[in-house]
């Protein structure tokens, strides 16, 4: 393995197998997220032969309405998996109700990633960093990483002070605001991601495949060598995975 994508929902491709296989043909491994936890066993039976990929059990914030019931599956599947996501907040709709029940699963899942005190947990943000930044700072095991994070620099400096990642893509490279967080991100913080199938790059949907081309965006945009920045990437994730 070369490089990481350390956010990608593989099982939303129409042939994860054949996205699998070209990431193992581009040395990229794979934290292979999910959106409710009914679909975890799927996806760990769909890696599990597969070198460098890691199967989360997630249930993202726009899925609780239908899936938060679920909360106690999720629960329970930290006992096979320590890789964790998607979850988090999304305040993207402004109804207050929603924002509370959103808060209060993912309470559930920060208290009980903490009590199993080695996960890596990637997160969601969307207009929620406030209140992200503040739940995941009561955690005291474990890691965070901030996928796509794209609030105000005031959020991410204080998850950056509590010890949090960030992985970056390359849509966030090319907008200004993204450019602009990415900016005051410590080097030793930066994973990279795809986010794929929902990203796009070039047109088409982003693939883990995709990320020495995030490499090569990144060490234009820090002035380096791609190598360096793929070094210093690899770096962070053996950290994450040392945690």
């Excluded at 593989?10 to 292979?32: C, K, M």
């Excluded at 890596?120 to 996928?147: P, Y």
């Excluded at 204080?158 to 900016?183: P, T, W």
């Excluded at 030793?188 to 070039?202: N, Q």
């Amino acid at each position: 393995m070369q490089f990481v994508d350390a956010h990608c929902h593989i099982d939303l491709y129409d042939n994860p197998l054949e996205e699998l296989g070209h990431a193992e043909a581009a040395q990229v491994g794979v934290l292979a997220v999910t959106n409710a936890p009914f679909v975890f066993t799927a996806c760990r039976d769909l890696v599990a032969c597969q070198q460098d990929v890691w199967a989360a059990v997630g249930l993202h914030p726009e899925l609780v309405g239908q899936y938060g019931h679920q909360v106690d599956e999720l629960v329970e599947h930290l006992g096979e998996t320590r890789f964790v996501g998607e979850v988090g907040l999304d305040y993207r709709v402004t109804d207050r109700e929603t924002h509370q029940v959103q808060r209060a699963v993912f309470r559930q899942i920060v208290e009980a990633c903490d009590r199993r005190g080695d996960t890596v947990m990637t997160v969601h943000s969307r207009g929620a960093e406030a209140d992200v930044v503040s739940m995941i700072g009561e955690l005291s095991k474990g890691t965070t990483i901030l996928h796509w994070y794209s609030g105000a620099v005031k959020y991410l400096d204080v998850a950056q002070g509590q010890g949090s990642y960030f992985s970056v893509n390359s849509a966030m490279l090319a907008s200004k605001n993204g450019r602009k967080l990415v900016s005051r991100m410590d080097r030793s913080r930066v994973l990279t991601e795809s986010d794929g199938p929902f990203a796009i790059v070039r047109r088409r949907h982003a693939s883990p495949r995709d990320i020495p081309w995030a490499i090569h965006r990144l060490a234009d945009f820090w002035g380096e060598e791609p190598e360096a920045v793929r070094a210093i990437v690899m770096d962070n994730w053996a950290a994450v995975l040392k945690c």
